[in-house]
């Protein structure tokens, strides 16, 4: 079965600072590859999507992911993060034909 | 917001009320999903929907039943239910299966 995993249930980075938060997909021909955020209290939203081309993919609020096929990741990526960034994030894969949802992690940008 | 919407966002009930959740979506999707979300553990989908068939159950429990009457709407029926439903529950919907879902803002669920 098709499943994602993020190895991290909790990251802290400064303000200011990049960010990485982490997602390792499982082989199943050519994966469709998602992003969301969820914010307390709120539904998830949609951050980004890899179907095909290009393997940087950017997405909304500056967050962008980057496909990396050898290594079968998906790991989210932003240049300089914010204290509003700091929310669950979910990685996610298409298997037959539904989304797969990792557990999450939590990241928090310290002021 | 994302286009759907659920009602009540929160809700208390007694392991012997039926209670419904209801979600709505003004995209103009033809795919209704609900997920149940529980403290550390993964997104659990239950229940899809696509032109208003359901295509997939993932061994809900009976206790849950769900409703899709058009395309725009999806319910989720309670009855009997355990202290351990409670969860957030999560209703999507996205313009086929398989591709970017829109969620609503969830249901805290609480049966005490």
């Known amino acids: 079965a098709q499943s994602v995993a993020q190895p991290e249930d909790q990251v802290n980075v400064a303000e200011g600072n990049p960010l990485t938060v982490k997602c390792t997909y499982s082989?199943?021909?050519?994966?469709?590859l998602f992003w969301y955020v969820q914010y307390p209290n709120r539904g998830l939203q949609f951050l980004l999507k890899y179907i095909t081309g290009d393997n940087l993919v950017k997405g909304s609020y500056g967050f962008e992911a980057e496909f990396n096929k050898s290594q079968t990741s998906f790991h989210l990526k932003k240049p300089s993060a914010l204290v509003s960034d700091s929310a669950l994030y979910f990685c996610a894969q298409t298997g037959a034909n539904n989304l797969f949802f990792g557990t999450g992690t939590r990241l928090t940008v310290i002021p | 917001e994302t286009g759907v919407t659920q009602t009540p966002r929160h809700l208390v009930m007694g392991m012997t009320n039926k209670k419904s959740l209801k979600c709505e979506q003004h995209l103009g999707h033809n795919a209704m999903y609900w997920y149940k979300q529980s403290a550390k553990k993964p997104l659990e989908l239950m229940f899809v929907?696509?032109?208003?068939?359901?295509?997939e159950n993932n061994s809900v429990p009976s206790r849950f039943s769900p409703e899709c009457p058009n395309s725009s709407h999806l319910f989720l029926h309670l009855h009997t239910l355990q202290p351990e439903d409670s969860a957030l529950y999560l209703c999507?919907?996205?313009?086929?299966?398989?591709?970017?879902?829109?969620f609503g803002q969830g249901t805290r669920l609480t049966v005490v």
């Open positions: 929907y696509s032109l208003e068939e359901r295509v």
């Open positions: 082989v199943s021909g050519n994966p469709y």
């Open positions: 999507a919907s996205s313009q086929q299966r398989g591709t970017e879902a829109f």
